[in-house]
Nanobody, 127 residues
Framework: QLQVVASGGGLVQPGGSLRLSCASS????????IGWFRQAPGKIREGISC????????TYADSVKGRFTISRDNAKNTVYLQMNSLKPEDTAVYYC????????????????????WGQGTQVTVSS
């Protein structure tokens, strides 16, 4: 059974960077679309980025476009989210998910389209 684990969160100052990882133990993620979501206190979970299986095409929400980069390393069965120029409003618990379909598509930000989730990693942006 496919399982993924999210890691890499922490406390960072505004303007700083973090790299989150979404790793599968033993099974390749190459054919899967992997999405990153985040949930801040009192807010709904927000889909922020996705990388498609196969062609590795990427999609970003406007709130992170130009600051975050999603990528994958198939040899390590890991998808990364590089987060630069972090802002206090980026503070949230970040989750990675495995999508039902191999492509991100227009519904990449719909969490019901994902059937495997990591446990979440806290990102706090504060001075």
């Amino acid at each position: 059974q496919l399982q993924v684990v999210a890691s890499g969160g922490g406390l960072v100052q505004p303007g700083g960077s973090l790299r989150l990882s979404c790793a599968s133990s033993g099974r390749t993620l190459e054919a899967y679309a992997i999405g990153w979501f985040r949930q801040a206190p009192g807010k709904i979970r927000e889909g922020i980025s996705c990388i498609s299986g196969g062609d590795d095409s990427t999609t970003y929400a406007d709130s992170v476009k130009g600051r975050f980069t999603i990528s994958r390393d198939n040899a390590k069965n890991t998808v990364y989210l590089q987060m630069n120029s972090l802002k206090p409003e980026d503070t949230a618990v970040y989750y990675c998910g495995v999508k039902h379909t191999p492509s991100c598509g227009i519904d990449y930000a719909v969490d019901l389209m994902y059937n495997v989730w990591g446990q979440g990693t806290q990102v706090t942006v504060s001075s």
